[in-house]
């Protein structure tokens, strides 16, 4: 196994200062104005996609008596999944929203009537169209909010500065708040500079806020309907399981036959050799070829034994016999660092699982021998049955679901675990993830590490 302990790198530590609060600093950082720009945006791009949806809608249904209809439909569906690959690198360019494309149409056979038929089927492509009606309205009332508080913002910010350089021009004692032709009220510049500046200070400072809010609705419309659909983004989770699953089996296999090769076969071989030289001697020189048949017989037995820690290497007999507990107890037992086994299950889950369990207990107690340096480490394996975060204390818990397998690994060794590609552990966390499991390590430099793995119960 690749060492999964590497050392954290140390950051020199940063200059003690005065730092701008995160609320002053936020109208001019970059995140504003990119939303304050997809704001303004999304109004003439709206226009444009509604526009363009009921084109679509009005001319496929006037022309369905004459079955040109359905051809128009699809090409229209068609185009809005262009405009919504546009909305889509907007989103990714000015909201950092990160959407991937929806799930490709794939016709059932070659041919145009095949192709309108995907693209009447597709469920994403409706979307797209929903997706422009129901952007404009929003985009309207967002961008008249947006560029009317903006503008007013920073107008009454700024009041004082450009009020004083006009007020030489206009000849006025201050500035006019009421007047009904014959009486005139003015208000002191000093009060009237005060207060629009301190109101221009609060919507200022207000806007990236408001903003974020008003995105936040775009992002919530690109995600749902411009996106792949949670059972098209289930499928392609399965997909990549599945070719997790074939990858590492494809490794075991190849492991098998090398541990094999090297090991068992080896010795079987030089076995069958070192035997037929021992029978032609028997005639010759007994005693030679008695001392070959003893030296071949513990050929025997360490080959016997490597066989056996194969076996125990996919699957230990003791594990099917026994189950979890006993199991884990025996690993622990050939393990070089001292381990203390706690196993609280009421029943045995499924097979695989347990299996995949006691896989994941033998890699990371290989760990721990290895890099950990540790004095000491302790396995605790739970079923936790509730609806909320799993913890130590949850053993046992009395909930509906079928809940996971709880296992945790921990020792008082240096510490610097990680799940960063090339380790060890990454390759344990992608293993876990295939069968729908979870890897979490926390390992500060140091020590402790606490690596808890959960399992899918299935029972």
């Not at 208000?187 to 009237?192: D, F, G, L, N, Q």
């Not at 399965?238 to 036959?257: K, M, N, P, W």
Request: include cysteine; proline fraction near 7%; aromatic fraction near 6%.
């Amino acid at each position: 196994m690749d060492t999964a302990y590497l050392a954290h790198p140390t950051h020199p530590p940063r200059p003690d200062g005065p730092r701008v609060p995160v609320g002053l600093r936020a109208p001019f950082a970059g995140r504003t104005w990119r939303e304050f720009l997809h704001l303004c945006l999304s109004l003439p791009l709206a226009c444009l996609t509604f526009a363009y949806a009921v084109t679509v809608v009005a001319l496929s249904a006037g022309l369905l008596i004459t079955f040109l209809g359905v051809p128009v439909l699809a090409g229209g569906l068609a185009g809005a999944r262009g405009l919504g690959a546009l909305e889509r690198a907007r989103a990714r360019a000015l909201l950092g929203l990160e959407v991937a494309a929806p799930e490709p149409l794939r016709p059932a056979k070659p041919g145009l009537m095949a192709w309108v038929g995907a693209v009447l089927k597709s469920g994403a492509s409706w979307r797209h169209l929903l997706y422009a009606f129901l952007v404009f309205p929003w985009a309207l009332f967002a961008f008249v909010l947006a560029v009317t508080f903006w503008t007013v913002g920073w107008a009454l910010l700024t009041f004082p500065l450009w009020f004083w350089a006009v007020r030489p021009y206009t000849g006025l004692p201050g500035v006019q708040l009421w007047g009904d032709g014959t009486t005139v009220l003015y208000v002191s510049p000093t009060v009237a500079a005060a207060v629009s500046g301190g109101v221009g200070l609060l919507m200022v400072l207000a806007g990236p806020w408001l903003f974020r809010g008003l995105t936040q609705v775009n992002r919530l419309l690109v995600r749902g309907l411009l996106g792949p659909s949670s059972l098209a983004t289930r499928v392609i989770e399965l997909e990549s399981d599945r070719g997790v699953v074939v990858d590492t089996a494809a490794a075991d296999l190849r492991r098998i036959e090398r541990d094999l090769h090297d090991g068992a076969q080896a010795r079987l071989a030089a076995l069958a050799l070192d035997l037929g030289l021992a029978k032609e001697k028997v005639a010759q020189d007994p005693r030679a070829a008695a001392a070959m048949v003893d030296e071949a017989h513990g050929e025997v037995k360490i080959a016997l034994q490597e066989l056996r820690d194969l076996a125990r290497g996919i699957h230990p007999a003791i594990l099917t016999d026994r189950g979890l507990g006993p199991a884990l107890s025996a690993l622990a037992g050939r393990c070089p660092v001292p381990v203390t086994v706690e196993v609280d299950l009421d029943r045995r889950p499924a097979a695989a699982i347990e299996g995949m369990a006691y896989f994941t207990v033998s890699e990371l107690l290989r760990n721990v021998a290895e890099h950990s340096g540790a004095d000491h480490a302790a396995v605790d394996v739970w079923h936790h049955e509730g609806g909320g975060p799993a913890g130590p204390s949850d053993k046992g818990g009395g909930g509906r679901r079928a809940g996971r397998l709880m296992l945790l690994v921990s020792d008082d060794g240096r510490g610097g675990a990680s799940t960063a590609a090339g380790g060890g552990l990454a390759g344990l966390a992608e293993r876990l993830d295939s069968v729908d499991g979870l890897l979490v390590v926390d390992s500060p430099a140091g020590g402790p590490t606490v690596v808890t793995a959960e399992l899918p119960w299935r029972g």
